[in-house]
């Protein structure tokens, strides 16, 4: 049976699904981590890590939090670097994005709502 709590740590949680943490695509067996209202990703890039593909067709609304580091985002609408701790942007769905880590970085995305196919 699905428990409706859960204590982890988003380091070793993350492995398993390229660092989503929350999200429908986790199983009946992660319990409360299984969603379809949010998904969450611990996001850990190396410098120079990127996606170069744009993501198109996005039918989600998406929070991207600076944890550390330096990450470059290209949006369909314009630019920008967080480079401040705790530095955040937001987009809704309809517009493409692609990035990349200037330096280390950690961030933390959060995307509503979890949708399959996406």
């Known amino acids: 049976m699905a428990q409706d709590w859960y204590v982890g740590n ?3 949680d993350a492995q398993d699904h390229r660092g989503w943490l929350i999200g429908h695509f986790l199983g009946d067996s992660d319990g ?3 969603s379809h209202a949010v998904e969450v ?3 850990v890039h190396p410098a120079g890590d990127s996606r170069d593909a744009w993501v198109t067709d996005e039918q989600r609304t998406t929070l991207l939090l600076l944890v550390s580091g ?3 985002v290209d949006l369909s609408v314009g630019s920008f670097t967080l480079e401040n701790e705790g530095d955040y942007a937001m ?3 309809g517009i493409d994005h692609c990035w990349q880590a200037e330096k280390d970085t950690v961030v933390i995305t959060v995307r509503w709502p979890s949708v399959s196919g996406q």
């Open 10 to 12: 988003a380091h070793s």
């Open 32 to 34: 409360i981590r299984s």
């Open 41 to 43: 990703k611990w996001g």
């Open 70 to 72: 330096r990450f470059h």
């Open 91 to 93: 987009w809704g769905p």
